[in-house]
C-alpha cells in the first residue's frame, strides 16, 4: 500500500474456490492479505493493456516496452535471472522492471529463442505480451509479481528489500 496504512476486509465465499485459492496460497507460499491486494489490484488497475477486448498482440507489447526503455537510462532497468514458470509455457524468462517508470514486463531468454522453430518462439512472445505490462514500483511489488508466477521465479529472482541490505540503483 502506498501509505503504509492496513485496512481490514472480510468476505464469505464458495467452499470449493476456497479450497482453490488455498491451495494456490500454499502452492505460491503466499498469505491470504497478499493474494487478495494482488487480485484486488488487478481488478482495479488492469495490468494486461487491452484493444478491443483482447490482451494486446506481441507487436503492440514490443513497441508499449521500447516507449518504456527508450529514454531511461539503463541503470535503472533491472533485468531478473531466469526462471521458468507457465505463464511463458516453462520456457527461461525473465522479470524486467523499469524503476523510473515503476513498469514491470516478462522476457524471454533471447540466446535460447534462436534454438525453437519459430511457431514455439512466436508463443512464447505471445504468452509475455499476454502477460503484460504491470505496475512494480518497488521490491515488494517485483516480490509479488514474482510470487504470482511461481516456485522457480521465486527462488531464482527474489529481490532483498531496502532493509535486507540492497540498494536499488
Request: a negative charge; proline letters at 4%.
Amino acid at each position: 500500500m502506498p501509505n503504509g496504512e492496513k485496512k481490514g476486509i472480510t468476505v464469505r465465499i464458495d467452499a470449493d474456490l476456497h479450497a482453490e485459492v488455498s491451495q494456490y496460497l500454499r502452492d505460491h507460499s503466499m498469505t491470504m492479505a497478499e493474494f487478495v491486494s494482488l487480485a484486488l489490484d488487478d481488478e482495479l488497475h488492469p495490468k494486461n493493456q487491452m484493444k478491443e477486448g483482447n490482451t494486446m498482440k506481441y507487436d503492440e507489447f514490443k513497441k508499449a516496452v521500447d516507449r518504456i526503455i527508450e529514454d531511461e537510462d539503463t541503470l535503472m532497468i533491472h533485468v531478473s535471472p531466469d526462471f521458468q514458470c507457465d505463464q511463458t509455457l516453462g520456457f527461461p524468462t525473465s522479470l524486467c522492471v523499469c524503476w523510473e517508470q515503476g513498469k514491470a514486463w516478462l522476457a524471454p531468454n533471447d540466446f535460447m529463442m534462436s534454438d525453437l522453430p519459430d511457431d514455439q518462439a512466436q508463443d512464447v512472445l505471445n504468452a509475455c505480451a499476454e502477460y503484460g505490462i504491470r505496475n512494480c514500483e518497488d521490491a515488494e511489488d517485483f516480490n509479488n509479481l514474482l510470487r504470482g508466477l511461481g516456485q522457480d521465479a521465486m527462488d531464482n529472482a527474489w529481490l532483498p528489500d531496502d532493509e535486507e541490505g540492497m540498494v536499488m540503483s
